[in-house]
């Protein structure tokens, strides 16, 4: 069964360093996302992504985030000078959409520690 | 109006009982509602969802019930196992490739 896979599995940085994450989707999904979640808390929506172009972002998105789909496979969240409030597992999860589809499926997750 | 409020917290449940999480949202134009499940150290994993179309949905031991007046739904779980033991979150979203805004979690214990 299709999985979205996400590399590594655990970051730790230094605050101010850069960090990308990355998200294989599902191969014959169109839309792209990026949840956190701060330990023990709900599931919080950072960015989507269709088309090569963010379509929604919360206020969470800052300056200091951007996402990119470098090639027709991989998806990456890159933020550029981590905060210790950054350590958090990041979800990667894509939906296919182009049936009406909603369901979105997550990856197992990167889990960033900023020290 | 972007909240989902989910409640209990958290529950514990014997086996074979039957374990219930409810949620509530405030926007009207949220149409899919789906139910995750998460094991620690896991993403969520999707279990089952609904429409507004209808008003109940049963995919095998799990049930969810919609009631679009009350903007209220809730996750039902038949005969719950100890295998069932896991964080449960309702969530929303508007229309495909929208952002899902998640409810706070339950944490479900269920007891052999």
Not at chain 1, 66 to 74: H, K, L, Q
Request: glycine share 8%; hydrophobic share 30%; proline share 5%.
């Amino acid at each position: 069964e299709p999985e979205v896979t996400q590399t590594p599995s655990h970051q730790v940085t230094q605050m101010g360093q850069e960090v990308i994450l990355r998200c294989v989707p599902i191969s014959n999904h169109l839309y792209f996302y990026w949840y956190r979640q701060i330990l023990g808390q709900k599931v919080e929506f950072l960015v989507s992504f269709y088309n090569n172009e963010i379509s929604e972002k919360s206020e969470i998105f800052d300056d200091q985030f951007s996402v990119e789909r470098p090639d027709g496979s991989n998806f990456t969240l890159k933020i550029r000078s981590t905060k210790l409030e950054d350590s958090a597992m990041y979800f990667c999860a894509s939906s296919e959409t182009t049936r009406g589809g909603y369901e979105q499926y997550f990856g197992p997750g990167t889990r960033l520690t900023v020290t | 109006q972007q909240q989902v409020k989910q409640s209990p917290q958290s529950l514990i449940v014997q086996k074979g009982g039957i374990s219930i999480i409810n949620c509530a949202y405030e926007n009207t134009a949220f149409d899919y509602f789906p139910w995750y499940q998460q094991f620690p150290g896991k993403g969520p994993a999707l279990l089952i969802a609904i429409r507004p179309d209808v008003s109940e949905k049963k995919e095998g031991r799990f049930t969810i019930s919609f009631n679009k007046s009350a903007k209220q739904f809730s996750l039902h779980i038949m005969d719950s196992q100890p295998g069932d033991s896991a964080t449960y979150f309702c969530a929303a979203s508007r229309n495909a490739g929208n952002m899902l805004t998640f409810g706070g979690g339950t944490r479900l214990m269920v007891k052999p």
